[in-house]
């Protein structure tokens, strides 16, 4: 009983990217992944990166146009984990908001060039699949221009 | 395969080498029109923002695509990168039936008197070819007006008061304000400027058959569902093929000019379909654009021609330029979003030239083109504001409707060191070896680009931006979807590659028809200028090629 509860727990946390399958990244690459667009765009009264599909985006992207990024996320992504842990004791995905702010921040303005090149693609990968269009597996229902209140403009026209 | 001659085989179905071809049909020439790229219909580009011209971080939807296509870019003075056709180094405009056209923002300015007379004008600065063309506005009038009615131009006569005399009105009524225009055209009027509506390539009304604009945002970077922008692909092309003359090949891409003689070509080589074809003509047209016509010509090198085509001189590839876009972002309370497009409605000509402390030429200043979510939330950022965190988000929400932007493509002035090469240690898909960018731009556009750009902030505050900031362009060789200027027009052969009537000096029957040929880029978009040159540089060439046959 006490398992078939904890499954239950999980599977109703279960990430978008999960239910959604993954191409390119594996499920810890997926986490940090998540873990930093979230960060770049947090959720408030309107959805963040992660319930906005943006892991799904870059998944996807990375087995097509994105594709020359591939190694850059591979090495990246174990960089990212090692530099999070020496510092933290944890990996990146658990720490608390505030702690992952301050840590791309310190990244972002005077960390090592490699990490900061991988922080700023990933930023980078996370607009878009905030922003674009939904057909690239990001912007889940079109949130982002829901948040813009240009749906309307987006999807046909304005007059 | 050797193909069946024709009379001329036009290399490239883009703003110019469509134009071409429809002369040539009409004057009752047989006429090979090759394009690298696929003929689109809308539905295959759509409205997708991360892949259109202008954010092409998934590709360029107008072509060519990142396999296939590579070049090396000087990114930093001394160093070659190898870059794709979907990064901005690349200098890339489209690769499709139409070109650039097809998803260009349709902008359709006249050059103004002096920018052919610029060297008389200002004199050139130390470090710069700027010269005069060996022709004048005059000689062209008569065919900007007959761009504007065949290619289709909206417009208000008479609004202008610095363009150059014109012969006819628009044959379209302008397009009308978007809230933007509105309140950007008041606030220029309270400085003593002269704004006007924008002549636009796009149908205010019916026209040709084809419907009026539906205002829908997806303007600029996207082909037009309603056929409404006047691309060649839409409007001469068509009327080429039409004629019965005109044969319209897509996929081949352009592998050599092939020579009879010294002064002859006999035919020109394309891959198509993995073959190799051979088109025997009278004459050729390269109209390729300004980093791929001087390709062509180098790939043609002969015995005779060593250093490539029409290259006696050295010139071939020489004075890559496009503008040093100076510009200015403003931030308002109230929303100016209006979500019509073409969103560019509003410009003003009053520092196009005759700016104090000895800076020669200007620019246009017009209001920007819709900046999509993406675009916004990487490039309407002030500086203070973070690039990304709960701030940029909330800043990209308040902000979005509520900001407006000015931008001038500042005339640049030619450098000799700004170039295309060939690039022998790199190939493309074909086995051809491709192209390698490189040079930077003139130290003097920066001090024009930094008064045009105070210029643009003082029409956003005017406007009642309550924060404003300016953008400057880079020091990198410039060139991008307004490249030009690699092939240039000139009397003498020493220092041009095309007469005034755009064929090689050297040869007898090779013409060069697109930007290559503008001896400078003016401070204006230059697609109704190249197409303007195209049907001067067809009426004559119809006439030569008529009278030898």
């Known amino acids: ?44 009264d309107a959805p963040g990166a992660a319930a906005s599909g943006v892991v799904t985006y870059i998944d996807r992207q990375l087995a097509g146009p994105l594709a020359r990024f591939r190694e850059a996320y591979r090495v990246g992504a174990g960089q990212f984990d090692a530099a999070c842990r020496a510092q933290h004791a944890r990996s990146f995905a658990e720490l608390d908001a505030d702690a992952r702010t301050a840590f791309l921040h310190n990244i972002d303005a005077q960390g090592p060039p490699a990490l900061r090149g991988f922080f700023r693609m990933v930023a980078d990968h996370t607009m878009q699949g905030f922003y674009g269009s939904p057909v690239h597996g990001g912007n889940r229902g079109e949130a982002s221009w829901r948040m813009l209140a240009i749906v309307d403009v987006m999807e046909g026209h304005a007059h | 395969m050797k193909l069946a001659p024709v009379d001329v085989v036009v290399v490239g179905a883009g703003a110019a080498g469509g134009i071409v071809a429809e002369q040539l049909a009409l004057a009752g020439l047989r006429v090979a029109l090759l394009e690298r790229g696929p003929r689109l219909a809308f539905p295959q580009t759509g409205h997708d923002e991360l892949r259109s011209q202008r954010t092409t971080v998934l590709g360029n939807a107008f072509g060519p695509e990142d396999h296939g296509y590579v070049r090396l870019a000087e990114t930093s003075p001394g160093q070659f990168r190898r870059v794709l056709p979907s990064q901005g180094a690349y200098n890339n405009i489209a690769a499709c039936v139409g070109g650039g056209t097809m998803s260009y923002g349709a902008m359709a300015w006249r050059f103004l008197e002096r920018d052919f007379r ?40 008479g609004a202008n008061p610095f363009e150059a005399a014109r012969s006819k009105a628009y044959p379209m009524p302008a397009l009308p304000y978007n809230t933007e225009a509105g309140v950007l055209d008041a606030a220029a009027r309270r400085l003593g400027w002269h704004p006007f509506p924008i002549p636009m390539a796009i149908n205010s009304i019916a ?21 409404a922008k006047n691309s060649t692909a839409v409007t001469a092309i068509p009327r080429a093929i039409a004629t019965g003359q005109c044969e319209l090949r897509t996929g081949c ?26 088109q025997p003509c009278r004459a050729v047209v390269v109209s390729c654009s300004a980093t791929e016509s001087p390709r062509l010509l180098f790939q043609s ?47 003003c000509c ?34 203070d504001v973070p690039l990304w965190g709960i701030k940029h988000k909330r800043y990209v929400r308040q902000y979005y409707k509520r900001s407006a932007s000015v931008k001038a493509p500042v005339q ?58 300016t953008s400057m362009p880079g020091a990198g060789v410039s060139g991008g979807q307004h490249q030009a200027g690699t092939c240039r027009m000139g009397n003498d052969p020493k220092t041009s590659v095309v007469d005034r009537f755009c064929r090689i000096h050297d040869l007898d029957n090779v013409w060069v028809v697109d930007g290559s040929v503008h001896v400078n880029n003016g401070g204006f978009n230059p697609s109704l200028t190249i197409q303007a040159i195209a049907y001067w540089a067809s009426a004559r060439m119809a006439r030569d090629l008529r009278s030898r046959s």
């Open chain 2, 412 to 469: 640049e002035m030619p450098v000799f060191d700004c170039r295309v090469e060939l690039a022998p240690e790199l190939t493309d898909g074909w086995g051809m070896p491709t192209v390698k960018i490189g040079g930077r731009r003139h130290p003097f556009d920066r001090d024009v680009a930094r008064f045009i750009a105070a210029r643009c902030e003082e029409w956003l505050k005017e406007a009642g931006a309550s924060r404003t900031w």
């Open chain 2, 118 to 157: 610029m060297k008389s004008v200002y004199g050139a600065p130390a470090g710069s070819t700027l010269d005069d063309w060996p022709i004048s506005y005059s000689d062209l009038e008569p065919f900007y007006t007959k761009a504007e009615w065949e290619i289709g131009v909206s417009g208000k006569r």
């Open chain 2, 253 to 278: 891409q352009a592998r050599r000019i092939v020579m009879a003689d010294g002064a002859r070509a006999a035919s020109v080589e394309y891959f198509r379909d993995g073959a190799l074809d051979e």
């Open chain 2, 207 to 227: 026209y040709q058959g084809r419907p009026a604009c539906i205002g829908c945002p997806h303007c600029v970077g996207f082909a037009c569902e309603v056929n």
């Open chain 2, 301 to 347: 090198a002969t015995r005779v021609h060593p250093r490539g085509l029409g290259n006696s001189s050295g010139w071939v590839g020489r004075n890559l330029q496009g503008h040093a876009y100076a510009g200015a972002y403003g931030l308002f309370e109230q929303e100016l979003f209006d979500g019509l497009g073409p969103a560019a409605r509003v410009a």
């Open chain 2, 350 to 383: 009053d520092f196009s030239h005759g700016l104090p402390n000895g800076l020669k030429g200007g620019a246009m200043l017009a209001n920007e083109f819709i900046r999509l979510p993406y675009l916004f939330s990487r490039s309407v950022v002030p500086p």
């Open chain 1, 1 to 44: 009983m006490q398992i078939q509860r904890r499954a239950f727990l999980a599977l109703a946390a279960a990430p978008a990217w999960a239910e959604r399958g993954l191409v390119t990244l594996d499920a810890g690459e997926a986490r940090l992944i998540e873990a930093i667009s979230d960060t770049v765009i947090p959720a408030d």
